[in-house]
C-alpha cells in the first residue's frame, strides 16, 4: 500500500485534503486561495486580469503579475534587453539603443569624433577633418579656405566651393563662373543668365531690364516688374521688412520671408517653397521658411540659416556660420 492508500495514513492531513469549491468565497482545502484565486479553479474560472494596469481587474486581492492568471504573461516574464544584438530581446518593438531600457548602455552613449584616428567615432558617417565636429580642431588646420585653387586650404576635407567657407565666395556663383550671357542654364537651376539671380550684379546683364527703374529696357513690352526678366528679383518681391530666420514680418500669410541672394537681406516672396532640409534646390525660393539654397559637395542643397552671434537656431551639434552678412549665418 502506497501513501494515503496505506492505513497508516489514513488520519494524515495530506490524505484528508478537502477540494477547493470554487465559488463560496472559502478557502476550502487551506492554501492560501480562495475560489478562482486558486489554480484548482483554472479549469472553471475565467482569467479577467489585466496584468500590466495596475488594478485588480478579477477581485482575487492579487493585482497583475501577482495574479496566477498572469504566471505565464508576457509582461510577467520580461526578459532584459541586451543593447547590442539587433534583436527585441524583452518584445516591446523597441531593439537595441532605440529601447529606453538600454539609455544607459556604454553601447549607446553619444561618443565625440576624435578628429585624427581615422575612426567614425560619432558613428554619422563623417571620419575626422571630414565631420563637422572637427572644424575648429588644431589637427584639421587653420587656414583659411582659398576658393579657387583646387586646395583643401584649411583641411577639412573639403575644397574650393564644396567648402561651407566659399559659400559666399563669388569664384562659387554657379552661373557667374560660367558665363551670364551665352544663352546656357550653365548651373541647371531653370534660369537662364540674366534671369538667374546669380547673375543679377553680374556686367553682361546691366543691358537686361532694371527692375526698377521705370523703363522698358530690353523693349519686350513689359517693364520693371512686369518683366519676366525680373520674376525672381528682389525688387519685385513684396517689400515688408522681414526676418528670414524665424519667417517673420509678411503681411500676408502666402509668403514666406527669403533671403536676397544679392544683399543677403530678407525680402517676401511668393509661393512658399518646399523643398526640406538637405533637400535639393535651385533658388532660395524653393526651400521651405527658415532655410536657404546653398552650394554644397553634392550641389545645390536647401540648410538651415540663422541669427549670427547665437547657435540657438541650429542643432546641439551646430554653430552658426559667417555667410557675409552681419546678421545672417548659416548652420554647420
Known amino acids: 500500500f502506497v501513501d494515503c492508500e496505506d492505513q497508516d495514513c489514513f488520519n494524515n ?4 485534503e478537502t477540494v477547493e469549491i470554487c465559488d463560496n468565497g ?8 480562495v475560489d478562482c484565486a486558486d489554480i484548482d479553479c483554472s479549469d472553471d474560472c475565467e482569467f479577467l486580469e489585466i496584468c500590466d494596469n495596475g488594478i485588480d481587474d478579477d477581485g482575487d486581492e492579487f493585482v497583475d503579475c501577482e495574479d496566477q492568471d498572469c504566471f505565464n504573461h508576457q509582461a510577467c516574464n520580461e526578459t532584459v534587453e541586451i543593447c547590442d544584438n539587433e534583436i527585441d530581446d524583452d518584445g516591446d518593438d523597441m531593439v537595441d539603443c532605440d529601447d529606453q531600457d538600454c539609455q544607459d548602455s556604454e553601447h549607446c552613449l553619444t561618443v565625440d569624433e576624435i578628429c585624427d584616428n581615422a575612426i567614425d567615432d560619432d558613428g554619422d558617417g563623417y571620419i575626422d577633418c571630414v565631420d563637422p565636429d572637427c572644424y575648429d580642431a588644431s589637427t584639421c588646420g587653420t587656414s583659411a579656405e582659398i576658393c579657387d585653387n583646387g586646395n583643401d586650404d584649411d583641411g577639412d576635407g573639403y575644397v574650393d566651393c564644396t567648402d561651407a567657407d566659399c559659400f559666399d565666395s563669388p569664384a562659387c556663383m554657379p552661373e557667374v563662373e560660367y558665363n551670364c550671357n551665352d544663352s ?7 534660369l537662364t543668365d540674366c534671369i538667374d539671380p546669380d547673375c543679377f550684379q553680374d556686367p553682361a546683364c546691366t543691358n537686361s531690364e532694371d527692375c526698377t527703374n521705370g523703363i522698358d529696357d530690353d523693349g519686350d513690352g513689359a517693364m520693371d516688374c512686369d518683366d519676366q526678366d525680373c520674376i525672381n528679383h528682389p525688387a519685385c518681391a513684396t517689400q515688408d521688412e522681414c526676418d528670414p530666420v524665424d519667417n517673420s514680418g509678411c503681411s500676408s500669410i502666402n509668403e514666406a520671408c527669403y533671403i536676397d541672394p544679392a544683399s543677403i537681406d530678407g525680402y517676401c516672396f511668393s509661393p512658399i517653397g518646399t523643398a526640406a532640409i538637405f533637400e535639393v534646390c535651385d533658388t532660395t525660393t524653393d526651400c521651405e521658411p527658415g532655410l536657404a539654397c546653398f552650394n554644397s559637395r553634392d550641389g545645390r542643397s536647401c540648410r538651415r540659416i540663422c541669427h549670427l552671434g547665437s547657435n540657438v537656431d541650429c542643432e546641439a551639434n551646430q554653430t552658426c556660420n559667417n555667410i557675409g552678412d552681419p546678421d545672417i549665418g548659416v548652420c554647420w
Not at 492531513?13 to 484528508?16: A, D, F, G
Not at 472559502?26 to 486561495?33: L, S
Open 13 to 16: 492531513q495530506v490524505c484528508n
Open 184 to 190: 546656357i542654364d550653365n548651373d541647371s537651376d531653370g
Open 26 to 33: 472559502i478557502d476550502d482545502d487551506a492554501d492560501g486561495y
